[in-house]
């Protein structure tokens, strides 16, 4: 008895400090947006394209993919070398020295790759401080998850077909990992190398993985937009203007290059750590194998099912209600919700009216803006009666 | 015509971003030299271009400063891209001032015509 006192005591007062936390990240978040909108206009402010900024760059990944996969050789053969014969790493090495802005095009793809991670994060982080991410939004947040988590393996596979020692040691280590899974372990090491060892098959898979999983973001960013009836997914021309410069200022400030080429007869040690992408080799380097996975699994699984556990910060939603007989099923109302909560079904026998609107209650967030929508009042948030709205519209344009 | 300092600096980007895409972009491409290709360098030879464009490298303080580090080839491929920055920055910027003003509302009568 005394023990569940105790673990309620700590959990309210968890609950409180995150409250209070996600609270001021909130006013802090709207404080930043307010003076962007200051400075210049809320048509320019990124903080309103936040979802749409990684997609730019998926744009600009396809682009300059495209043009490095026109001169990519996915093989490792090295034996004959002198006999000029292309591999991996010397056409990796064609592309960035003797290729017309091969070089600049490679780092436009590898910068890119970057920038969409560190937006995906930001974008996360900006659904996350303003709760946006739960009730009626769970299947944007789970698939976004989700999305992460391809952009992340998509990385790493890039980094595996440049062949240089570091893609050596990075694949060996992923085997490594792979091996450490118990029954599905074996299964997977042979997908992985397709084969039993590093061969000129295994870099052919990295290739159809890296391009292959690219396309299938495409799949799950139709998921993650399934709900959303206008989701924003282009920023205005001078924002993207802004992110390409941007990317093109770090070609030349830090430009690209590769290390020696893997030689399978060597086990290189140390590489350079991409923290975007290569963070979790870090990790594997620096735990057991076991504790590795444990934690990789933790960590996705409780990132994709947060918004189940997080319920503490905002008043449950109150679904909109429809007034049967005001409502004549014009459609107005449906076709300005943003989350296709509403939804339009033949009018019970006997109504003049063709249609009539109903809400899908686990899609609706109680927004209001089917409310405003409606010009025969028929449709209303209960807690929130029209008399309500209307003083505090007054009380508004009274304080400006 | 020009009603403020915002016209006055949208100008100035304007030129910014004309000077070099007309300039500076191409001379980078050249590997920094006036060396056209064939068919275009006797009309460039007219202007003088080519010249200027070889003199540009002469100037070793904006040598360095198109120059990247730890690169050995293709040098002119990476200034392209710096300038390809500032181009795209300052039109970027351009376009920022010019459109805030379709921020606000042109639609609102002060009384009913």
Same mark, same amino acid.
């Given at each position: 008895m005394t023990s569940s006192v105790k673990n309620e005591t700590n959990n309210n007062w968890l609950k409180q400090v995150y409250n209070q936390f996600i609270e001021a990240a909130n006013k802090l978040t709207l404080a930043i947006e307010d003076g962007i909108n200051t400075a210049i206009t809320s048509k320019y402010n990124p903080f309103y394209y936040h979802g749409a900024l990684p997609q730019f760059y998926l744009w600009v990944l396809f682009l300059s993919g495209l043009l490095l996969f026109a001169y990519y050789v996915p093989t490792i053969d090295n034996a004959y070398l002198s006999n000029r014969l292309i591999n991996a790493w010397t056409s990796v090495q064609y592309i960035t020295n003797s290729l017309p802005f091969g070089g600049v095009i490679r780092g436009i793809h590898r910068y890119s790759g970057d920038a969409m991670v560190l937006f995906i994060f930001l974008h996360a982080i900006r659904v996350w401080f303003t709760d946006r991410y739960r009730q009626y939004r769970w299947i944007q947040w789970a698939t976004g998850v989700i999305l992460l988590l391809m952009v992340l393996f998509i990385g790493q596979t890039g980094y595996y077909l440049v062949w240089d020692e570091r893609s050596l040691l990075l694949t060996r280590m992923t085997? &490594? !990992?792979? $091996?450490?899974?118990?029954?599905? @372990?074996?299964?997977? #090491?042979?997908?992985?190398?397709?084969? $039993?060892?590093?061969? *000129?098959?295994?870099?052919? *898979?990295?290739?159809?993985?890296?391009?292959?999983?690219?396309?299938?973001l495409l799949f799950v960013l139709w998921l993650h937009y399934v709900r959303m009836t206008r989701p924003v997914i282009t920023p205005p021309p001078a924002v993207n203007f802004i992110l390409v410069a941007a990317i093109l200022l770090i070609v030349f400030l830090v430009p690209i290059s590769s290390g020696n080429m893997a030689n399978l007869n060597t086990q290189p040690n140390t590489y350079d750590v991409d923290w975007f992408f290569l963070f979790n080799y870090w990790l594997m380097a620096h735990m057991p194998m076991s504790v590795f996975w444990i934690s990789m699994t933790a960590l996705a699984v409780g990132a994709t099912i947060l918004p189940w556990f997080v319920k503490t910060v905002s008043p449950p939603v109150t679904p909109a209600e429809v007034v049967i007989n005001k409502c004549t099923g014009c459609s107005l109302c449906y076709r300005d919700c943003p989350y296709q909560a509403i939804e339009m079904v033949p009018a019970p026998a006997g109504s003049r009216f063709k249609l009539l609107a109903t809400v899908n209650v686990p899609r609706c967030s109680s927004c209001g803006i089917c409310v405003g929508a409606c010009a025969f009042d028929a449709i209303d948030l209960p807690q929130l009666p029209d008399a309500t709205v209307l003083t505090q519209i007054k009380s508004l344009a009274e304080v400006k | 015509m020009i009603k403020g300092i915002k016209?006055?600096?949208?100008?100035?980007?304007? !030129?910014?971003?004309?000077?070099? &895409?007309?300039?500076?972009?191409?001379? &980078?491409?050249? *590997?920094?030299? @006036? *060396?056209?290709? @064939?068919?275009?360098? @006797?009309v460039m030879g007219h202007f003088g271009v080519n010249k200027f464009f070889a003199d540009l490298a002469t100037h070793n303080k904006l040598m360095e400063l198109v120059t990247p580090k730890d690169v050995q080839t293709n040098l002119g491929d990476y200034a392209y891209s710096l300038f390809l920055f500032?181009?795209?920055? !300052?039109?970027?910027? !351009?376009?920022?001032?010019?459109? #805030?003003e379709d921020d606000s509302e042109k639609t609102v009568l002060e009384a009913k015509k």
């Amino acid at each position: 008895m005394t023990s569940s006192v105790k673990n309620e005591t700590n959990n309210n007062w968890l609950k409180q400090v995150y409250n209070q936390f996600i609270e001021a990240a909130n006013k802090l978040t709207l404080a930043i947006e307010d003076g962007i909108n200051t400075a210049i206009t809320s048509k320019y402010n990124p903080f309103y394209y936040h979802g749409a900024l990684p997609q730019f760059y998926l744009w600009v990944l396809f682009l300059s993919g495209l043009l490095l996969f026109a001169y990519y050789v996915p093989t490792i053969d090295n034996a004959y070398l002198s006999n000029r014969l292309i591999n991996a790493w010397t056409s990796v090495q064609y592309i960035t020295n003797s290729l017309p802005f091969g070089g600049v095009i490679r780092g436009i793809h590898r910068y890119s790759g970057d920038a969409m991670v560190l937006f995906i994060f930001l974008h996360a982080i900006r659904v996350w401080f303003t709760d946006r991410y739960r009730q009626y939004r769970w299947i944007q947040w789970a698939t976004g998850v989700i999305l992460l988590l391809m952009v992340l393996f998509i990385g790493q596979t890039g980094y595996y077909l440049v062949w240089d020692e570091r893609s050596l040691l990075l694949t060996r280590m992923t085997v &490594s !990992a792979l $091996d450490a899974l118990p029954i599905i @372990g074996a299964p997977l #090491k042979a997908w992985f190398l397709n084969g $039993d060892t590093i061969t *000129n098959l295994t870099l052919s *898979n990295f290739l159809f993985i890296h391009i292959g999983l690219s396309f299938a973001l495409l799949f799950v960013l139709w998921l993650h937009y399934v709900r959303m009836t206008r989701p924003v997914i282009t920023p205005p021309p001078a924002v993207n203007f802004i992110l390409v410069a941007a990317i093109l200022l770090i070609v030349f400030l830090v430009p690209i290059s590769s290390g020696n080429m893997a030689n399978l007869n060597t086990q290189p040690n140390t590489y350079d750590v991409d923290w975007f992408f290569l963070f979790n080799y870090w990790l594997m380097a620096h735990m057991p194998m076991s504790v590795f996975w444990i934690s990789m699994t933790a960590l996705a699984v409780g990132a994709t099912i947060l918004p189940w556990f997080v319920k503490t910060v905002s008043p449950p939603v109150t679904p909109a209600e429809v007034v049967i007989n005001k409502c004549t099923g014009c459609s107005l109302c449906y076709r300005d919700c943003p989350y296709q909560a509403i939804e339009m079904v033949p009018a019970p026998a006997g109504s003049r009216f063709k249609l009539l609107a109903t809400v899908n209650v686990p899609r609706c967030s109680s927004c209001g803006i089917c409310v405003g929508a409606c010009a025969f009042d028929a449709i209303d948030l209960p807690q929130l009666p029209d008399a309500t709205v209307l003083t505090q519209i007054k009380s508004l344009a009274e304080v400006k | 015509m020009i009603k403020g300092i915002k016209d006055i600096v949208i100008l100035i980007l304007a !030129a910014l971003c004309l000077i070099v &895409s007309l300039v500076f972009m191409p001379w &980078s491409e050249l *590997n920094f030299t @006036g *060396n056209f290709p @064939g068919w275009l360098s @006797g009309v460039m030879g007219h202007f003088g271009v080519n010249k200027f464009f070889a003199d540009l490298a002469t100037h070793n303080k904006l040598m360095e400063l198109v120059t990247p580090k730890d690169v050995q080839t293709n040098l002119g491929d990476y200034a392209y891209s710096l300038f390809l920055f500032v181009a795209m920055t !300052a039109s970027a910027i !351009a376009i920022v001032l010019i459109g #805030k003003e379709d921020d606000s509302e042109k639609t609102v009568l002060e009384a009913k015509k």
